[in-house]
């Protein structure tokens, strides 16, 4: 890592440092225009420490201060603190601060007060912590109050400092100043917090300091330079609470890289009418308008406005307030985005009705906004249009997917009308709290749709904001933390709502005279903030918006990969290429047969213990399995259509084995309704009257511990039911044909590719292959006519792809099933993984989920080692992926990068995966480095 040095006479070398090792450089001023950084050392000062840097060349109005870069903070990790070289650094600048500002650290009659917040190279916001005001203590607090003139201001300054020690430094629950604060307003019959006066301030201050003493068992520290040094160091340790932690996780940000502590003169917005602070965006973060945008309070500190404390005001009203302040900032934010040459989130503070700039950075948006956005900088000759394909995360393109409310399909009650804080639509059952979303959510098929509503979230909401469908809150503003989390996550967010009271204890909402509890069911509209009363439809949105096809229309003349969908069914099929797909990479049969008209058959076709049974179960499921062909390649006209044989362990079909055995046993007490009951359920299973249960459900039962296997992902799935069945294969390989041929006659083009699963040797390639081949020879001369097709098999077994030259003599197409894969290669049950999943990411020993990124040193090898050995043996092999990770970025490119002809994914991330393809490619072609636009 690149680090600046200082001159060996300027650093006192510590006695574990060698004797010729220039000592590390940690801190960097930043002050009177001149900083010792610079905007691009982001590894070093963090975004926010590169920024003040930044700004602070550039001229701009930035209070001073210093950055101690993230290297103190990997030293903090390791060896539980700092050396002793950073503290002295440290001092330095701080001298250099008092120097340059005429006061000193919390003393004298005009004491310099700073700012503590974290600064990590990637934003993570609201995840670490932050402390204001320090250096206030018994005295200088007195000092603040008479040059200030404001007694209220440096009281209320003084127990903000406490409360934020406290909690920050001193880890006592913020509940506990809460409770102190609340009661005061109470006592003082005080609405609002701004109610308080100077002399209920200093009450609450006496009490906050009880409570530190309470709680931490010590006194609120009175030294500045003590107060800085604790702060610093847990800033530091903040990078590792399970907040940022889960941050870091779901945003794929290193463990490693630590963030920046920066020190900063304080300005306050709080000191009276003429006094202010807000946040801004260049553009509009929600929708990519070509607005100045932003919220600001007067008479507040910044957390005021970011918290939604207060609901605060639109930028343009400061226009009327303070004109030339206005004029000023909009200068400043102008020339700002035009230096970064992107859109801006900045921070500002106006103190005495003078300006100061705190912070800026590239702007958190909406997919939609990153569209729009990057379409207007190239008009405006700001960017080029291969650098606005990156400014789109492919991801983000699910925001062109996002289903909006149907307002048809029920009468629409508006309960309150909020900030539309992050488009889409949610409709889901309340919850009160986060803890509440992640129980009532559930997982995977059982998934239930929750919106959790809020009075205001805070960064510990972040697990249940992530399995909400939706966020209601009734405070705050379009950058309140609800607001910028859900835009990142793309999740439907409707922010300060103020008409609603949430309250959290009796867990209920009150609108409009009505109450609503947990469970009872609301939609939300993201895109225009309307908070609607029970459960409306919503439409699936369309992926053809004219910016959207601009931008791809730049971005696909790059790709290489094609990009195919996983459908199972038509309407699947004609979304999957409405959203751009060029091909059906994977039919899954399987899912065919759960319709209510086949399971049965399929069931008799399974329970039957011989060959003629059996196929005649089969007899009755070709012509409706020949339909669903007919349909797909209908729908997939002239694109190639891949057909996967039967997969699962066929016991997925059946009754579970411990249900049965209830029933069974229960049955002789079961009353006359529960019986018709059990009828009812077994019908598929010839059991026509309540007489029938005895005899058919143990035979049921029987068959099913014939079928039971203890691992059944290892066992009879894939092309050994094809194997041991090879009735079922045939029985498939003749719909195909069948349907193929009919479309043929029809006009439609098609271009069957009939799979292979779970394949491991070449025999049992050549085993299916054979009879695939065999029936469609007999298709085509039974019908006269003949279709083009290929025969190929899925890599999802290790030995497969080992053996991949030597399986390529009878595949014409390899499809890696990364699912299966992954499950095979690292040992981990896809079902399961969870148990342990969760602890392997905390502790560092995954970086990521492996079944949501491919895992390029382990499975990734085994990808690029088949497709190499297949393509020995037959050079034109096609290769595909269709595992999940097919629509997934980051594998999109490593798919790219060894040369695969097609990714597949489901047909909502085919946009994503085409953006992905094309950057992957670009970043190739044109040598720039892909990826964050941050
Ligand atoms: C796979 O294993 O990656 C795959 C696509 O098949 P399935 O998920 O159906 O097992
Ligand atoms: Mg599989």
């Known amino acids: ?153 440096a009281a209320d300054s003084y127990r903000r400092l406490i409360q934020m020690f406290g909690n920050v430094v001193l ?39 009880r409570v530190v003493k309470k709680h931490a068992r010590r006194d609120f520290p009175q030294d500045p330079h003590e107060q800085l040094v604790m702060a610093r160091d847990a800033v530091f340790r903040s990078w590792q609470n399970e907040r940022a932690k889960h941050y870091r996780r779901i945003n794929n940000i290193d463990d490693m890289l630590g963030t920046a502590v920066n020190v900063q003169a304080m300005v306050f917005g709080n000191l009276g009418e003429t006094s202010g602070t807000g946040v801004g965006f260049t553009r509009n973060p929600a929708t990519g308008a070509k607005e100045f945008y932003g919220e600001f309070l007067m008479n507040a500190q910044g957390e005021d406005v970011v918290a939604g404390i207060r609901t605060p005001v639109h930028i343009s009203e400061l226009h009327k307030i303070m004109p030339n302040v206005y004029d000023q ?35 958190k948006r909406t997919g939609l906004a990153a569209v729009r956005v990057a379409l207007q900088m190239v008009d405006e000759g700001l960017i080029t249009k291969e650098e606005a394909i990156f400014r789109v995360e492919p991801n983000q393109l699910y925001d062109f997917l996002v289903p909006r409310l149907d307002e048809k399909s029920t009468k629409v009650e508006v309960l309150a009308t909020g900030l539309p804080a992050s488009p889409g639509a949610a409709v889901g059952q309340i919850v009160f709290t986060a803890e509440e979303a992640v129980k009532k959510a559930g997982h995977g098929t059982k998934k239930n749709p929750v919106i959790l509503v809020r009075a205001e979230t805070t960064p510990e909401d972040i697990q249940g904001m992530e399995v909400a469908v939706g966020i209601l809150t009734s405070r705050g503003g379009m950058t309140s933390h609800a607001a910028v989390v859900t835009r990142g996550m793309g999740k439907c967010c409707v922010a300060g709502a103020g008409d609603i009271t949430v309250d959290e204890k009796k867990r209920e909402m009150r609108v409009k005279g009505q109450t609503f509890k947990e469970d009872d069911w609301i939609s939300l509209d993201g895109t225009t903030g309307r908070v609607i009363k029970g459960k409306l439809n919503t439409i699936p949105p369309k992926a053809d918006d004219p910016e959207l096809l601009k931008l791809m229309g730049w971005a696909e003349p790059f790709r290489k990969l094609r990009v195919r969908a996983n459908a199972d069914i038509p309407r699947d099929a004609v979304q999957a290429r409405a959203f751009g797909a060029e091909g059906i990479g994977l039919c ?273 090898q085994l990808v690029r080692m088949a497709t190499e050995r297949g393509r020995k043996t037959r050079s034109n092999l096609k290769v595909g992926i269709c595992g999940e990770h097919g629509g997934e970025p980051s594998s999109v490119e490593f798919c790219h990068q060894v040369g695969l002809n097609y990714v597949s994914c489901s047909p909502f991330r085919v946009l994503t995966a085409r953006l992905a393809a094309a950057q992957a490619a670009a970043t190739e072609k044109l040598k720039v480095e892909g990826g964050r636009t941050k």
């Open 1 to 153: 890592m690149a680090t600046t040095t200082l001159p060996e006479t300027e650093v006192e070398v510590s006695g574990q440092q060698q004797q010729n090792k220039p000592a590390t450089k940690y801190v960097y001023f930043f002050g009177a225009g001149k900083a010792d950084g610079h905007g691009k050392m982001k590894d070093e000062l963090g975004g926010k420490g590169a920024g003040l840097a930044e700004m602070t060349n550039a001229g701009l109005p930035v209070p001073p201060g210093f950055t101690i870069q993230t290297e103190a903070c990997r030293e903090y990790m390791r060896n539980g603190g700092v050396s002793r070289e950073v503290d002295r650094q440290m001092e330095e600048a701080l001298a250099k601060l008092e120097a340059l500002q005429g006061q000193k650290l919390g003393a004298g009659e005009n004491p310099l007060l700073v700012s503590v917040r974290s600064g990590a190279k990637f934003s993570m916001p609201g995840m670490m912590d932050t402390i204001l005001n320090l250096g206030l203590n018994d005295k200088s607090v007195e000092a603040l109050a008479r040059r200030s003139n404001n007694p209220r201001f």
């Open 171 to 209: 880890d006592i629950e913020k509940a506990a100043f809460d409770e102190v604060f609340e009661a005061k307003k109470k006592q003082k019959k005080a609405k609002l917090d701004t109610d308080l006066d100077a002399r209920a301030l200093k009450e609450v201050i006496e009490e906050y300091k």
């Open 329 to 363: 900032l909009r200068d400043i934010t102008t020339r700002l985005e035009k230096h970064y040459r992107d859109m801006q989130d900045f921070e500002f503070t106006i103190q005495d009705g003078k300006l100061y700039m705190l912070q800026t950075r590239n702007g």
């Open 588 to 860: 899954r049969t399987e899912h065919m047969f759960f319709g209510e008209k086949k399971i049965p058959h399929m069931r008799a076709m399974i329970l039957a213990d011989n060959e003629k049974d059996r196929r005649a179960a089969l007899k009755k499921l070709l012509p409706m399995q020949r339909a669903d062909f007919a349909g797909v390649f209908e729908a997939m006209d002239g694109l190639p259509v891949t057909i996967r044989t039967l997969d699962p362990p066929l016991h997925e079909f059946l009754p579970r084995r411990e249900e049965l055995m209830v029933d069974i046993a229960l049955l002789p007490r079961y009353s006359a309704k529960q019986k018709k009951e059990l009828v009812a359920r077994y019908k598929d299973y010839r059991v026509k009257g309540v007489g029938d249960l005895k005899t058919v459900l143990p035979a049921l039962l029987a068959r099913v511990e014939q079928l039971h296997e203890f691992n059944p992902m290892l066992g009879h799935r894939g092309c050994r039911l094809g194997i041991t069945y090879p009735e079922i294969t045939e029985m498939q390989a003749r719909a195909i044909f069948e349907a193929a041929v009919d479309c043929t006659r029809k006009g439609i083009k098609v271009h069957p590719e009939v799979m292979i699963p779970l394949v491991a040797t070449l025999k049992e390639m050549a085993n299916q292959a054979a009879i695939v081949r065999r029936v469609a020879e007999e298709v085509f001369k039974e019908k006269g006519t003949r279709v083009e097709y290929m025969v190929g098999t899925m890599i999802e077994l290790p030995r497969a792809a080992l053996v991949a030259d030597d399986i390529a003599k009878e595949a014409e197409f390899f499809s890696f099933g990364t699912n299966d894969l992954t499950q095979t290669t690292f040992g981990f049950s896809r079902d399961d993984v969870n148990k342990v999943l969760p602890t392997y990411l905390a502790e560092g020993i995954l970086k990521q989920d492996p079944f949501a990124v491919l895992d390029r040193e382990g499975v990734g």
